[in-house]
């Protein structure tokens, strides 16, 4: 019996090419649509599919190969003789090759202002079916979705090798396309729909790029990319310069990319080991860099930059003065891109640094998945309030709402100093609070004399105040909402601290 290929792509891709040594070995080409135009004009004989269903493709071609001629032929088992005797009853050929890849729904979705009908018609439903069906007897069926595997298909067809194994592993291929295919759908109708936490949830990544190892030599990794993810995403940036990004590296690139978006004004933020060591803005790109390598010169060696303007030649001479793992810029002069690409192991990446669209979060535990909203608390200071008997200056309110914006970044416990537009002493990842203001007190030596504090969650007891007082801060901003926040005011009132209460916690960790 002649071998058929049935094919319905809508990457085109390398189709003819294959199929063309498909009927070269003998096969006959079933296909529908747009894709047996394709075959035909490049002078390929092909069956139509309405003349193997012997039924019109009909409701504007959604109904064409959801038909027992087409799903017999790739279902049948060949070694069972009840089956083969079926088919030969009902005058339904066996189909051993499928070539199908789908609408393109994930393209579509991703088209700014898309239109929900031309979403929804986008949905495939016959291509999937199909791909299951295949799928399901890949004993017997070879299935192909990817135009990247045509050519190890021809070349088992052509040697007439045992593809048992390859049927088996374009098979398990297919069933994770389809799979990312209705996960897709279903998140887009799930956020059409309003819901945020449904009762189950399915998430997709593509693989972007095996890394050497993960955190340690001794772990396997890789990075995957959301196949949605926005041009802002750290898996879109353009390396311009240097080796692969490490694990450690992408950690850190993107946790150095959270911060810095924070600011409007210039600003510079260089991390280590996920926690800011620096941070600075002005009114230069120059003079931010120079205020956050400042904040902590001996933390920020083999570091990560991350900045929100265009790299010039000024700034470029500031970093190459540094050893850096990573710099990232919206974008790069010409002249600095000369001067950074001197250092040959330093990283160079863009990527634009507009604030993307609030998305959820995602944190594995052994054998689950912890998913929360990003934590973009609004800025707006209509829920602060003052907690003391004085208020801050204006030029304490810009420090306070500065440090705010940094100590949201930094592992809890996280207390941050800043002063001059600058972090001069960060506290994080301590497990209590005011061992972490000691940490960031002692690193800000004699500049926290007049400096103010910011505190991720509210003051337990009134020893930070203490802490602060003894150090010279002049004005403390925290959440509030302690059973204990009587002491810290009283406290702070005895000393003249300004305290600010936001009433929103910054957990992070």
Not at 432 to 448: H, L, P, T, Y
Request: proline fraction near 4%; charge should be negative.
């Amino acid at each position: 019996m002649t071998r058929r290929a049935l094919m319905s792509v809508s990457d085109k891709t390398g189709i003819v090419d294959f199929a063309s040594q498909l009927v070269e070995e003998g096969f006959e080409i079933i296909s529908t649509g747009g894709t047996k135009r394709v075959l035909e004009e490049a002078g390929l004989s092909v069956i139509g599919i309405s003349d193997v269903t012997e039924f019109p493709e009909i409701l504007d071609g959604r109904v064409k190969t959801l038909h027992p001629h087409i799903h017999a032929g790739l279902l049948a088992k060949r070694d069972d003789d009840q089956h083969m005797a079926t088919l030969q009853d009902q005058a339904i050929q066996t189909i051993d090759l499928l070539v199908v890849n789908l609408y393109p729904f994930k393209e579509t979705i991703s088209k700014q202002d898309v239109e929900h009908d031309e979403a929804i018609e986008n949905i495939d439903i016959g291509g999937p079916v199909m791909l299951r069906a295949a799928a399901k007897n890949y004993q017997d069926v070879t299935v192909v979705v990817d135009p990247g595997d045509y050519e190890r298909v021809i070349d088992h067809v052509k040697d007439a090798q045992d593809s048992s194994q390859l049927n088996q592993a374009l098979a398990a291929k297919v069933y994770r396309h389809t799979a990312q295919y209705d996960a897709l759908v279903a998140e887009y109708l799930t956020n059409e729909s309003g819901e945020t936490l449904p009762e189950s949830k399915t998430i997709t990544y593509d693989l972007k790029e095996s890394l050497r190892y993960g955190e340690n030599p001794h772990q396997e990794a890789a990075f995957y990319a959301n196949p949605l993810a926005t041009e802002t995403s750290l898996v879109h940036a353009k390396q311009r310069h240097g080796k692969a990004l490490s694990y450690n590296n992408i950690q850190d690139a993107n946790a150095a990319l959270q911060i810095v978006r924070e600011f409007s004004e210039p600003a510079a933020v260089a991390v280590k080991h996920m926690n800011p060591c620096g941070v600075g803005i002005g009114d230069r790109l120059d003079q931010a860099f120079t205020r956050a390598y400042e904040a902590d010169p001996v933390s920020i060696f083999g570091g990560i930059v991350a900045v929100n303007r265009e790299i010039d030649e000024v700034v470029a001479n500031q970093l190459s003065q540094i050893f850096l793992e990573i710099v990232i810029a919206p974008s790069y002069t010409e002249r600095a891109f000369e001067i950074l690409t001197q250092k040959k192991n330093i990283r160079l990446l863009e990527l634009p640094m507009t604030v993307d669209s609030p998305e959820q979060t995602l944190h594995s535990v052994k054998g689950g998945l912890l998913i929360q909203d990003e934590d973009r608390a609004p800025k707006e200071m209509t829920d602060y309030s003052v907690a003391t008997d004085r208020e801050p200056t204006e030029a304490e309110w810009q420090q306070l709402l500065f440090s705010w914006d940094v100590v949201k970044h930094v592992k809890s416990n996280a207390i941050v100093l800043a002063a001059n537009q600058q972090t001069i002493g960060i506290g994080a990842g301590q497990m209590n609070r005011v061992g972490a203001a000691k940490i960031a007190i002692e690193q800000a030596g004699d500049q926290a004399k007049g400096a103010v504090m910011a505190s991720d969650a509210f003051f337990p007891m009134d020893d930070t105040v203490e802490a602060a007082h003894q150090a010279g801060v002049t004005a403390i901003i925290q959440p509030g909402g302690s059973k204990r926040d009587a002491d810290s005011i009283q406290k702070c009132n005895e000393y003249g601290i300004a305290m600010v209460f936001t009433g929103v916690r910054h957990f992070k960790h």
